[in-house]
T-cell receptor, first 115, second 112 residues
Framework: DAMVIQNPRYQVTQFGKPVTLSCSQT?????MYWYQQKSSQAPKLLFH???????NEADTPDNFQSRRPNTSFCFLDIRSPGLGDAAMYLC??????????????FGPGTRLTVL | RKEVEQDPGPFNVPEGATVAFNCTYS??????FFWYRQDCRKEPKLLMS???SGNEDGRFTAQLNRASQYISLLIRDSKLSDSATYLC?????????????FGQGTTLQVKP
């Protein structure tokens, strides 16, 4: 059974047209992450939620926003996608219980194409 | 200097070979370490966690040298199904943020 679900798996949008990617989890994990992975590159953390607290990475463009309406769901909003935003977007979750609980579980990703 | 560095490869090995990947990290305060496996156009999947000096799981052995800031992954008796990209991942914290920094990955191709 899928534990971290991302929808859609493939998303095509037009340059400048807002797009929302979704992530849901059945693990009841308190931490959720969004990563961007471009071709042949390492995943790069955009931001994460620790419970309801939003934590943005310093180099994440303002074009990227996120919402977490409840424990299970987290959304990535790209306000005005550019050609350089074409990538795989990975959602990950983690249950923080202190030392030794830093394993992250990844969803299958959404591959975004910008035309 | 990159925070996590790996030799991108590719490593082309025959079935049954033993292969080792190396990884160095720059943040001496790094708390924990992981090897993830990523198949083409798929998500990373956890292969091994390393919290002390090393870990072993079947054909896979990870070793950590904190003094040298170096982690390795050894794969014995390679199988065709081991072909993938192996990501070295470091938890740099701070505290309970669990921030992971990924290496670029090392590509392994196991040939018949």
């Amino acid at each position: 059974d899928a534990m971290v679900i991302q929808n859609p798996r493939y998303q095509v949008t037009q340059f400048g047209k807002p797009v929302t990617l979704s992530c849901s989890q059945t693990l009841n994990h308190n931490v959720m992450y969004w990563y961007q992975q471009k071709s042949s590159q390492a995943p790069k953390l955009l931001f994460h939620y620790y419970d309801k607290d939003f934590n943005n990475e310093a180099d994440t463009p303002d074009n990227f926003q996120s919402r977490r309406p409840n424990t299970s769901f987290c959304f990535l909003d790209i306000r005005s996608p550019g050609l350089g935003d074409a990538a795989m977007y990975l959602c990950a979750t983690r249950l923080d219980r202190g030392v030794g609980t830093d394993t992250q579980y990844f969803g299958p990703g959404t591959r975004l194409t910008v035309l | 200097r990159k925070e996590v560095e790996q030799d991108p490869g590719p490593f082309n090995v025959p079935e049954g070979a033993t292969v080792a990947f190396n990884c160095t990290y720059s943040n001496s305060a790094s708390q924990s370490f992981f090897w993830y496996r990523q198949d083409c156009r798929k998500e990373p999947k956890l292969l091994m966690s390393v919290y002390s000096s090393g870990n072993e799981d079947g054909r896979f052995t990870a070793q950590l040298n904190r003094a040298s800031q170096y982690i390795s992954l050894l794969i014995r008796d390679s199988k065709l199904s081991d072909s993938a990209t192996y990501l070295c991942v470091v938890n740099i914290g701070p505290g309970n943020t669990g921030k992971l920094i990924f290496g670029q990955g090392t590509t392994l191709q196991v040939k018949p």
